[in-house]
């Protein structure tokens, strides 16, 4: 059954979401690579075209895709060559052997990046909430190749999360009206702390990729993933959190604990008036603090 987005509304300019989102991916170069399963992972790399920049890996978040980053990777194309994963199993990109296992995914990943990155090229990689997960486990495998981690939200903590209402399942026999508007419910108990800011991209975005997703993330955050192989990461690690991050308000300064037990020199970058999905509602200063860090 195909997805009905015809309740999603427009953005300012007129343009739908489909429109807006297609419009950025234009600007990338998509590329399926094998990822050692017999399934292939899709990335988009934006400003290969503009020189030898330094590489930046962005990983998005559970039941997401590279639309997590679609704020982003413009503005940081023009200091960077991005290249924004699907991350095995959700967006575009094929399955893990296993859904539910991270080193599953982990290798996958890290096959795809053997066969996308040239090897002489180190790199950094920007994980946000299952994404950061992902990263901290392809830490561990790629050695000083990785030469900065920045966690955005990063989820799989053993950390203390504030109980929160059930997000709700979204499905094709929905009508449009419903599906949107439980889209929209769903990313302002989750994702953005404002929620004005909840725009058609979003929405679209939520439907887009919730649908579509077969990677159980979730799962594998509940079972504290990250906090597991957190002690076994020598990459330099950054962290970048919205103030009002709903998987950690108000809670951040376990966090910043935790990672100075590992790394003393650990710096926490909050945002301000910004939820999980910092990186697309605060775009703007998220975008600065990220090129501000990264060639440290």
């Keep these: 059954m195909s997805l009905d987005y015809s309740a999603v509304p427009r953005m300012p300019d007129g343009r739908t979401a489909a429109e807006t989102i297609d419009s950025v991916a234009a600007l990338s170069q998509a590329v399926r690579v094998p990822m050692g399963n017999g399934g292939t992972m899709m990335w988009h790399v934006f400003g290969a075209d503009q020189g030898n920049k330094p590489i ?71 994980g946000f909430s299952f994404g950061g997960m992902v990263s901290g486990h392809v830490a561990t495998l790629v050695g000083d190749r990785l030469r900065r981690l920045v966690l955005v939200g990063a989820g799989g903590l053993k950390a203390t999360r504030k109980p929160g209402p059930k997000l709700r399942k979204l499905l094709p026999e929905m009508t449009p009206d419903v599906l949107a508007a439980e889209a929209r419910r769903n990313l302002e108990i989750l994702m953005l702390h404002d929620p004005a800011k909840v725009d058609g991209v979003a929405i679209h975005m939520q439907i887009l990729n919730t649908t579509r997703a077969k990677t159980r993330s979730r799962e594998m955050g509940q079972a ?72 440290r």
């Excluded at 997590?68 to 095995?88: C, E, G, K």
């Excluded at 990672?259 to 945002?271: G, H, K, S, T």
């Design 56 to 126: 930046l890996l962005l990983f998005h978040g559970g039941s997401g895709s590279w639309i997590h980053w679609i704020r982003n990777v413009v503005p940081l194309s023009q200091h960077f060559t991005v290249y924004a994963a699907d991350l095995p199993g959700l967006g575009e990109s094929d399955p893990p052997d296993d859904v539910r296992d991270i080193w599953s995914v982990t290798n996958c990943v890290k096959t795809a990046m053997d066969a996308l990155i040239p090897r002489d090229r180190d790199f950094a990689i920007t």
């Design 224 to 295: 504290f993933r990250l906090s597991e192989v957190l002690p076994r990461v020598k990459t330099p690690l950054t962290g970048i959190w919205g103030e009002y991050d709903s998987t950690t308000y108000p809670h951040i300064q376990e966090r910043i604990d935790l990672f100075r037990a590992l790394q003393p020199d650990f710096e926490m970058n909050v945002i301000q008036d910004a939820g999980h999905w910092v990186a697309y509602e605060a775009a703007e200063a998220f975008n600065a603090k990220l090129m501000d860090i990264l060639p």
